[in-house]
């Protein structure tokens, strides 16, 4: 045999060899919940953009080390404090193999500020979006808006053709219990595609031929299959049959890292769980008093210095957490130590605080909790219901999965309730937009004050830094004192996989497979 | 009142069924657990000093105590606590009793409706039979768990949710009784055929008695062996399918736990190696049910020698 034949031969061989192992590299995928649905702009809620995020890009996003970097806009610039120009990238395609040009852009960002997006709040400032030429968008914003990156990085782009097809052209009324092609069906230009669908059970993501991103990954294949149960989640992990679960229970962290094939990261994550009680309702829905006792701030503070914020850290979340004085966390604009303080336990003071308020003897009311959305939910509701019962506040727990817990909370059927809060743009006005303005889709608890809404605009239009940081740090003290909602802790995330998986831990919970790999 | 006791005592001693009972330990052995257990539960204040059912009086920071024999139990929590700090033995006991009550009340229900449609098809014949004898075979050809969920299903829609936690209970008795009935029909219909035949009932017959005293108050007590045989048997599987059914998420709530509940709770604990909290519900589970079942294996030797 000649030495050239044999060099084919060899080559021949190993190219078998490298195409085989690079063959098919699936992740599987596993948490407690599912999306609640697959239209990027109808439900903004944590899994929701997890799986958005794969198969859909925004104007800019946010990288593995969470700055905002370009994405589908290569470039950016403020004309004057209300005009911006993107320059969009030429070689997008979505994964059917259109073009995307400005005007599909134009379409998301309109979609996203109809009244059924549920992202409206996030670019309320934008008064016109329009294409200049087919790669150059201009947006204007009614005042000078500091964050306004920020909030693009969360505004998916979809196709208008596709939209257009299908029925989409306005987001799904997710909180009506609409069913449309775009909750099931997803089409975008980010660098996985959606082939199988089947909520609650199994999500298949493609790899997308057509991505325009140069590849880091070697993923061929992702399935997301949600396990609501722990200890299934972890067995299902343990025995191979998971590879990555994005929520590891954390009772069975040191069970998993003492596994020789499986590896767990811990990070303190961007969410903060706290309880919503309803402040402006006449009559509680599930009480017994025939008033609403929240309405009085003493009765308010009287739950809050009940909870025994450490028993639960230490008890429910094994130490993974940190108690919150407010609803954000370091990292955001606004933050500080001095607010995030908690009131002190005491419980003596909580009962004298229930008497002042006209309820020596407590009252009955119903905590809402979801079941499979925040570590350990139920558990802590659990442990709240046994403190509140040590001041004479009787709670009956009414615990379901989230998808039902938040369409009977944006239904206003909540008097007490559990939600938590991750803060996308790392800036204090994304909490007060959605929790605290008069009037606001999450603003559940309906508080509302003239000051906090003033302060609010202020943050929305000044550019003045200290200005704005002063605005922040009045609005915050508001509603810390007036204590708006009973803040719990910060959250923090536990990822476990097996050894030879590798997704970069993010502190929004938020896996970009596209860094990721499987060795 | 003496004589007449001593006699009746003398009768029980002198019949054949306390001889067949001290001749087997297994049934003096599962007699004496299950009296234990029946008297823990239904007296449980008596046995315990805590109450787990009222949430004000756990205290969070019990969680987690493991066993008093291992290294980092403590005396006053002998089976450890649970992940809200309720005392585990004495969950288990108020579990118990749930389970017990839900067992008894269903395998009642099943066993009133199983006869009452068994004997009066046994006992009049025809259609009437035809119809209730294919109804027993359609419900035998559905898992008995899967008709519980099916009934466990309807109620929650139709119970609002403020009552359903109140009403749960009695749907799990409605939804095990009603998937257990078919037994009886048919043991109480097939001893029914061999009685309606002997000569005591044609006797009443030709007397003019009516159809309803003959079924009930002459045939009825003749074909008791049979159907409390199957009556003991079903106790212990209405037990595990309430465990099975509250289990699944379906049965009462997680506030008034049963031991199905309680199995379900600490099974998510199953991989922290705080193992107590789901392995002494189902040991005692396993416990009641077993031994409910030998004295039912007992029952049936000794009141059914023809099955021997």
Known sequence: MKPKNLLKILLAFLFVFASSQSFAKTIKWSMQGDSLTLDPHAQNEGPTTQVSRQIYEALVTRGLDMSIGPQLATKWKAVDPNTWYFYLREDVKFSNGQKMTSEDVVFSILRAKQPTSDFKEYISTISGVKAIDDYTVQIKTSKPNPILLNQLSNIFIMSKQWSNENFAVVPQNWDAGQETFSATNAMGTGPFKITLREPNTKTVFKKNGKWWGDVEHNITEIQLLPIKNAATRVAALLSGEIDIVTDAPVQDLARITASAGHKVESTPQMRTIFLGMDQAADKLRSGNTGDNPFKKKEVRQALYQAIDIEAIKKKVMRGLSEPAGIITFPGVTGYTKALDKRLPYDVDAAKKLLADAGYPNGFDVELRCPNDRYVNDEAICTAVVGMLGKIGVNVNLFAQTKSKHFKELKDDQGDFYMLGWGVPTLDSHYVFHYLYESGASWNKVNFSDADVDAAIRVMEGEVDLDKRNAAIAKAWKIVRDNIAYLPLHHQVISWASKTNVNVPIRPNNEPLFRFSSVN | ?308
């Open chain 2, 1 to 308: 009142m003496d004589s007449k006791n001593l006699t009746l005592f003398n009768r029980i001693k002198d019949s054949d069924i306390y001889f067949s009972f001290i001749k087997s330990p297994t049934a003096i052995v599962s007699t004496v657990i299950l009296i234990i257990i029946f008297f823990c539960s239904f007296f449980v204040e008596l046995v315990t000093p805590y109450n787990p059912f009222d949430p004000s009086s756990l205290s969070l920071m019990d969680a987690f105590t493991p066993p008093s024999w291992t290294e980092d139990g403590l005396a006053k929590f002998i089976l450890g606590t649970d992940g809200q700090g309720r005392d585990m033995l004495a969950t288990i006991l108020y579990g118990s009793r749930i389970s017990l009550i839900v067992g008894f009340s269903a395998v009642i229900f099943a066993l009133v409706l199983g006869v009452s449609l068994g004997l009066t098809a046994g006992y009049f014949g025809g259609k009437y039979e035809m119809i209730i004898m294919r109804f027993t075979d359609v419900q035998l050809t559905v898992p008995s768990i899967l008709m519980a969920l099916l009934v466990d299903g309807i109620a929650r829609g139709i119970i609002s949710r403020e009552l359903h936690d109140e009403m749960a209970i009695y749907v799990l008795i409605f939804a095990i009784g009603i998937s257990e009935w078919p037994q009886f029909a048919r043991v109480s219909r097939a001893a029914t055929l061999v009685e309606k035949n002997k000569d005591y009932v044609s006797a009443s017959t030709i007397i003019g008695v009516s159809n309803l005293i003959i079924m009930f108050k002459h045939i009825l007590p003749n074909i008791m062996r049979p159907v409390l045989v199957i009556g003991t048997i079903g106790l212990a599987l209405a037990i595990i399918a309430e465990a099975t059914l509250s289990f699944l998420g379906v049965g009462v709530p997680p506030t008034t736990p049963s031991l199905g509940t309680l199995i379900r709770l600490g099974n998510d604990f199953l991989f922290s190696g705080e193992w107590w909290i789901t392995f002494f519900p189902a040991i005692f589970l396993v416990i009641l049910a077993f031994s409910i079942n030998l004295l039912g294996d007992w029952m049936r030797d000794t009141l059914n020698p023809k099955l021997n």
